[in-house]
């Protein structure tokens, strides 16, 4: 089938994620912000501010215009920093067909209003829009998408069929997705990972080893599952591509962000000039102020959260966090 298709944000991953529709032979709008890396990739076909080095298909469109991308589609999905999608949707929500399926491949929870993506369009979307709302999860680098490595991702809506339409618009020889009917823990698993690798990326760049990875990814898990269950996910979707499967990819990975945030923070170096020599958005920073908040809104008990929290916004020395970390009340394992 040939669906046509506007992609919202041309980042590496809705990039990757465009490119990968059009190869599909989708007709297929891939909206950027920059109108300068617009014309860059429609005279080069290359994004290099986002995706450098890979070459994008000849199918694919580019624009500027957000309305024009939006209108008239068969699928949307919408791929731009948590913290900024409130403001794109409210500029095109009134453009969007009443026929669209709309997904979200954002990874996030919105500062102030703690809301994950999914309760954003929930509150912003038509009914009739919404009730086909689909998140796009799982473990996923870009460039390695781009690359045509083989990954697998999970769809999940509410809606059967809208989650076999999203299955069935991206899946290839390379990028395998699954549906799931479990939209709240896809979207927590996909958000708070990226806190949990910033904690990794501390402890990589304290010089901790593997022992100390693996504590924290599995306490990590144990700390997304509690807020998750607490929030109406259901305790299965964790165990999967959109829970440890994500959580792994992104605490060990070199090509993780967040990671890599938290490797130079355990490195003496301060947050405001890791964050100013980035172009690409580590989603984990923002996301540790809202996962904090929210497991204090829910008394949810989350350590890890709360340390990387401290670190970030309170300048708590990393390795002080760690000491905090590993003194704190003996109990059993249990999640």
């Not at 919408?78 to 929500?93: A, D, E, I, N, T």
Request: include cysteine.
């Amino acid at each position: 089938m040939n669906s046509s298709i506007g992609v919202i944000g041309a980042g590496s991953w809705g990039t990757t994620l465009a490119d990968l529709l059009a190869k599909k032979g989708h007709t297929v709008t891939l909206w950027a912000y920059e109108a300068e890396l617009v014309a860059e990739m429609k005279a080069t076909r290359i994004n290099g501010l986002f995706l450098p080095g890979i070459t994008l298909s000849s199918g694919l469109q580019f624009t500027n215009d957000l309305a024009a991308a939006v209108r008239d589609k068969d699928f949307l999905l919408f791929v731009v920093p948590s913290q900024s999608m409130r403001s794109v949707l409210q500029q095109v929500v009134a453009e969007i067909s009443p026929a669209t399926v709309v997904a979200s491949a954002s990874k996030g929870i919105e500062v102030g209003t703690l809301m994950a993506v999914s309760q954003l369009f929930e509150e912003l979307l038509p009914a009739q829009l919404f009730k086909r709302f689909t998140v796009l999860s799982g473990p996923s680098f870009a460039r390695e998408v781009a690359q045509e490595m083989p990954t697998a991702v999970v769809a999940a809506s509410a809606d059967e069929e809208a989650a076999r339409f999203v299955q069935e618009v991206f899946t290839c020889g390379y990028f395998r997705v699954y549906t799931n009917n479990d939209v709240i823990g896809a979207e927590l698993g996909g958000a708070l990972k990226n806190v949990i690798a910033i904690a990794a990326g501390i402890s990589d760049g304290l010089g901790f080893g593997c022992n100390t990875r693996a504590a924290l990814i599995t306490r990590g898990l144990a700390e997304i599952s509690r807020l998750g269950l607490a929030l109406g996910a259901k305790p299965e979707t964790f165990s999967g591509l959109a829970g440890m499967g994500d959580l792994v990819l992104t605490c060990t990975g070199e090509l993780s962000r967040n990671r890599s945030v938290g490797m130079k923070l355990g490195r003496g170096r301060r947050l405001s000039e890791i964050l100013g020599e980035m172009h690409m958005v580590a989603e984990g920073v923002k996301t540790a102020e809202s996962a904090w908040a929210l497991a204090q809104r829910h008394t949810i008990d989350m350590p890890i959260t709360e340390q990387v929290y401290k670190v970030l916004y309170e300048d708590k020395p990393a390795r002080s966090a760690v000491v905090e970390l590993m003194t704190r009340n003996l109990k059993a394992e249990g999640i």
